[in-house]
């Protein structure tokens, strides 16, 4: 088919369309054609339709005398507020509860003394019978870190949590070679 012909067709398939809308709308007479006014209304019967000052006069003196709470604020309105607190115990917490707080830090070592060598100090902990020799920032017992050596006392890290404890120093016992006369 040549492209002439294709057209002539499509313009006659057009045609017959168009005409077929316009006889089914105008046959039809339930299809609407256009915006049609609601027969159904009836005005009110109203005897004077006038203004009723009387009754603008007293909604204009009328004063209102509610709870003078801020619309803009989401907490409760002082009255309300102070009732609450003397009067009411607060309502119980419901919800998951907070997690304890982690036990302290235990380090099964000893604050043993201090040694003082070449300007640098090191710490001396003891494990049992074993003694630790630390400096600070050094690890020791592959869990814990010495912070800071004081006088009296020595911090310690916890380097898998990061939690901190204080050993104090704790002296010597005298374990002399046996009674002195």
Same mark, same amino acid.
């Given at each position: 088919?040549?492209?002439?012909?294709?057209?002539?067709?499509?313009?006659?398939?057009?045609?017959?369309?168009?005409?077929?809308?316009?006889?089914?709308? @105008?046959?039809? $007479?339930?299809?609407?054609? &256009?915006? %049609?006014?609601?027969?159904?209304?009836? =005005? !009110?019967? *109203?005897?004077?339709?006038?203004?009723?000052?009387?009754?603008?006069?007293?909604?204009?003196?009328?004063?209102?005398?509610?709870?003078?709470?801020?619309?803009?604020?989401?907490?409760?309105?002082?009255?309300?507020?102070?009732?609450?607190?003397? @009067?009411?115990? $607060?309502?119980?917490?419901? &919800?998951? %509860?907070?997690?304890?707080?982690?036990? =302290? !830090?235990? *380090?099964?070592?000893?604050?043993?003394?201090?040694?003082?060598?070449?300007?640098?100090?090191?710490?001396?902990?003891?494990?049992?019978?074993?003694?630790?020799?630390?400096?600070?920032?050094?690890?020791?017992?592959?869990?814990?870190?010495?912070?800071?050596?004081?006088?009296?006392?020595?911090?310690?890290?916890?380097?898998?949590?990061?939690?901190?404890?204080?050993?104090?120093?704790?002296?010597?016992?005298?374990?002399?070679?046996?009674?002195?006369?």
């Amino acid at each position: 088919m040549s492209e002439r012909k294709k057209i002539q067709l499509l313009i006659a398939l057009l045609v017959i369309a168009g005409g077929l809308y316009f006889y089914e709308r @105008t046959s039809n $007479p339930s299809l609407p054609t &256009g915006v %049609q006014a609601d027969t159904g209304f009836s =005005p !009110l019967n *109203v005897q004077e339709p006038t203004l009723q000052l009387d009754r603008l006069r007293r909604a204009q003196n009328d004063q209102y005398t509610g709870t003078q709470r801020n619309i803009f604020v989401a907490a409760p309105p002082p009255a309300a507020r102070e009732a609450m607190t003397h @009067t009411e115990a $607060p309502p119980p917490f419901v &919800g998951p %509860q907070p997690a304890p707080p982690p036990p =302290p !830090l235990q *380090v099964p070592v000893e604050f043993y003394g201090i040694e003082s060598s070449q300007g640098r100090q090191v710490a001396l902990l003891k494990n049992g019978d074993d003694v630790l020799i630390v400096a600070p920032g050094d690890t020791f017992m592959n869990r814990f870190r010495l912070l800071r050596i004081g006088n009296q006392s020595a911090d310690v890290e916890e380097i898998s949590s990061g939690r901190h404890a204080t050993l104090p120093l704790v002296p010597p016992v005298d374990q002399g070679s046996g009674p002195t006369n």
